[in-house]
Nanobody, 117 residues
Framework: QVQLVESGGGLVQAGGSLRLSCAPS????????RGWYRQAPGKQRELVAQ???????YYADPVKGRFTISRDKANNTVYLQMNSLKPEDTAVYYC???????????WGHGTQVTVSS
């Protein structure tokens, strides 16, 4: 069973930066969209950013202008560059790769991001 493996989380002060990475443990094909989600304690999981097979991107309003999603096709890796971090960005961040029909839908186990004030 292919899984997504995230890395790059950690503890950072407000205003700092982190870069998250996500790569599959095996081969996956025909992925339409790759994205990052986050879940803070006591809250529902929410979409942060997506990058589509066309290269277009989507950002949730709270992260626009601060986060950048990108991909490395050669390494089949997706990144989330997070700048100007705020305490409210503290959450477990999950990556996801899926087909639009959800016939294939892969999730990572999450990586903790903690932003101190």
């Amino acid at each position: 069973q292919v899984q997504l493996v995230e890395s790059g989380g950690g503890l950072v002060q407000a205003g700092g930066s982190l870069r998250l990475s996500c790569a599959p443990s095996g081969s996956i094909f025909s992925i339409d969209v790759r994205g990052w989600y986050r879940q803070a304690p006591g809250k529902q999981r929410e979409l942060v950013a997506q990058i589509f097979s066309t290269g277009s991107t989507y950002y949730a309003d709270p992260v626009k202008g601060r986060f950048t999603i990108s991909r490395d096709k050669a390494n089949n890796t997706v990144y989330l560059q997070m700048n100007s971090l705020k305490p409210e960005d503290t959450a477990v961040y999950y990556c996801r790769s899926n087909r639009a029909t959800l016939s294939s839908d892969y999730w990572g186990h999450g990586t903790q991001v903690t932003v101190s004030s």
